[in-house]
């Protein structure tokens, strides 16, 4: 897959593309959807935007992102997606009229030959423009234009906010039923404090920083991890939180690799959330923690066991 970041690193070749509009923060089945409609009319392409516009109007706001940039992509690529096109949003951006941003961006700078987007899609200063805008517009320009209905599942629609929802609340079954894959926290690998070393349970740290924070607790997890010589699938179980027991105050997620013995500081891991498994908890001391850490490792095997044998 090529990344074009910016409207000026647009080629020539990567002109005619059928693509799918929107943020794909979390890449669901709803996206998913929305990609197959874009198949078979030319180069599979995603027109996305970085940053989210939520943090250009409400910088000062919660982090909500479900997945970094770096992670869409992967995703989006697994999914046979060709061209993504990654335009940077700002304010002067946001002034461009719907109208423009047909004609300048999606007709002009990109050459699209086709556009789908969600039934729910606005776009254009105050989001004056809509499907229905779309439509006319690519009529005049010489795009074709597919509008998707929202998906729903099990009588849930099936959105980036009701995903969050689930997170926050630990039903991580139900998110990965709407997102159609685990919820994955990615990133490099970091120093901690090494406790886990000393307590037997050695951990890796993985930041939060710029991500919403699922529910804290105990988690049974599937780990890839995406490069160097560890490269591979791995079991684990992970702890998200800000450890109480030791006065942290910064939210981060640690796993324990079953049955793995290597360095991996600096490697990029993706961290799946198979099941929220319980609270997180403070301790009165490091022999009650490590009685914890047994159960929490031998209750994570038997899920993960389970799963695979079913």
Known sequence: MRIIEGLESVRAEDRGASAAIGNFDGVHRGHQAVLDLARGRGPLGVVTFEPHPREVFQPDAPPFRLMRLGARADRLAALGVERLFVIRFDRDFARLGAEAFCADVLAGKL???HVVVGADFRFGA?????????????ARLGFDVTVAELLAAHGEEVSSTAIR???SEGRVEDATRMLGHLHRIEGEVEHGAKRGRELGYPTINQSLDGLMTPRFGVYAARVEVKDGPH????DGVA?????PMFGENRPNLETYLFDFSGDLYGARVSTGLVSWRRPELKFEGTDALIAAMKRDEADARRLLAAQEAS
Do not use: H
Not at 126 to 138: F, N, Q
Not at 231 to 234: E, L, R, V
């Open 111 to 113: 050459g699209l030959s």
């Open 126 to 138: 105050k989001r004056a423009g809509d499907a229905a805008v779309l439509r006319e517009a690519g």
């Open 165 to 167: 929802l689930a997170l």
């Open 231 to 234: 490269k591979g699938a791995y």
């Open 239 to 243: 702890s998200l939180g800000v450890r």
